[in-house]
């Protein structure tokens, strides 16, 4: 069965560095998502990507935050200047079309900021 | 704003019961919504999707039923199993855009 592809597993970086998320989404689907967990809290919404272009993004998704699709397969999160809070478990999805299909979520990236 | 709610926060039954888990939504609107399930430290595994136009979706000891007019989902999961143990959570659109909004989760143990 395709699946969503993520690395790292877990990264850990000191406070103030730049890390970045890879994604590999199922090859058919054409809109692309970054979601968060923070330990002990909802799965929230950052991002949504289609043709090339942010298509809605959510208020924590600020200028700290980049994503990029470099090539025909990979999606990336950039997260800037590392702050503790930023220290969740983050999530890359994909679907196939607009909204009546179902999401696919990748294993998620946990990410530690010291 | 779409607001998704999940309760209980926790669910401990003995393996063999058949149990459901209940979620609520604000916007009734809503053209879909999908069940999830996420074991401890890992990612969301989907479940269900049912569609605004259907009133059930099943897949095998799996039944999620969607209400607008009440606006209310249920996952029943039938003669549940050890393995069943995890958090199940359910996300619904937010008012007609591609994100999902999601519940809290209920974390669910099955006791052998």
């Known amino acids: 069965e395709p699946e969503v592809t993520q690395t790292p597993s877990h990264q850990v970086t000191q406070m103030g560095q730049e890390v970045i998320l890879r994604c590999v989404p199922i090859?058919?689907?054409?809109?692309f998502y970054w979601y968060r967990q923070i330990l002990g809290q909802k799965v929230e919404f950052l991002v949504s990507f289609y043709n090339n272009e942010i298509s809605e993004k959510s208020e924590i998704f600020d200028d700290q935050f980049s994503v990029e699709r470099p090539d025909g397969s990979n999606f990336t999160l950039k997260i800037r200047s590392t702050k503790l809070e930023d220290s969740a478990m983050y999530f890359c999805?994909?679907?196939?079309?607009?909204?009546?299909?179902?999401?696919?979520f990748g294993a998620g990236s946990r990410l530690t900021v010291l | 704003k779409q607001e998704v709610t999940q309760i209980p926060a926790a669910l401990s039954v003995p393996e063999g019961e058949n149990l459901v888990l209940n979620c609520s939504f604000t916007d009734s609107a809503i053209y879909n919504l999908q069940w999830f399930r996420q074991d401890p430290g890992k990612g969301l595994t989907s479940l269900l999707l049912?569609?605004?136009?259907?009133r059930e979706q099943t897949s095998g000891r799996l039944n999620a039923s969607l209400d607008k007019s009440s606006g209310r989902s249920t996952l029943y999961i039938a003669a549940s199993q050890p393995g069943d143990s995890a958090t199940y959570l359910c996300?619904?659109?937010?008012?007609?855009?591609?994100?999902?909004?999601f519940g809290q989760g209920t974390r669910l143990t099955i006791n052998p």
């Open positions: 996300a619904g659109p937010d008012q007609g855009a591609q994100k999902l909004v």
């Open positions: 090859s058919n689907h054409l809109y």
């Open positions: 049912i569609q605004s136009s259907q």
């Open positions: 999805a994909s679907r196939a079309d607009s909204g009546a299909n179902v999401l696919t």
